[in-house]
Nanobody
Framework: QVQLVESGGGLVQAGGSLRLSCAAS????????MGWFRQAPGKEREFVAG????????YYSDSVKGRFTISRDNAKNTVYLQMNSLKAEDTAVYHC???????????????WGQGAQVTVSS
C-alpha cells in the first residue's frame, strides 16, 4: 500500500504561481511512475503531468505544457507540481497518483491522494 498526501493548494490570481507537493509513504518501492490529475466540478478527472521513476521522463497535457513543471525528489519521496501563469480554467482539485508504469490514464494508477484545491481568480 502506498499513501499519498498533497499540500500547497490555495487561492491565487490569474497569472500567478503555486507549487503542489505530494509526499509518499508505505510501499514506495512499488512506485515506477507518479502523476498529477485534476478534477473540476461537473467534469471528469483529467491527466495533467507525469514523471518516471528517476525523474528524467516527464510528460504533460497540452493544456498545461509550457506552464507547469513536474519534478520529484526521491530522497524525500516527494513529487512536486510547479504551476506558473495560472488561468481560471486551471481551477480544480488536484490529485497525485502512483502507479507501476508511465501512463496518462486514471485507471493505470492504483494509489491516490485526497486532493488539494487550487482556485484561480480572474
Amino acid at each position: 500500500q502506498v499513501q499519498l498526501v498533497e499540500s500547497g493548494g490555495g487561492l491565487v490570481q490569474a497569472g500567478g504561481s503555486l507549487r503542489l507537493s505530494c509526499a509518499a509513504s508505505g510501499s514506495i518501492f512499488s512506485i515506477n511512475a507518479m502523476g498529477w490529475f485534476r478534477q473540476a466540478p461537473g467534469k471528469e478527472r483529467e491527466f495533467v503531468a507525469g514523471i518516471g521513476r528517476i525523474g528524467t521522463s516527464t510528460y504533460y497535457s497540452d493544456s498545461v505544457k509550457g506552464r507547469f513543471t513536474i519534478s520529484r525528489d526521491n530522497a524525500k519521496n516527494t513529487v512536486y507540481l510547479q504551476m506558473n501563469s495560472l488561468k481560471a480554467e486551471d481551477t480544480a482539485v488536484y490529485h497525485c497518483a502512483a502507479g507501476p508504469r508511465i501512463s496518462t490514464r486514471v485507471g493505470d494508477f492504483g494509489s491516490w491522494g485526497q486532493g488539494a484545491q487550487v482556485t484561480v481568480s480572474s
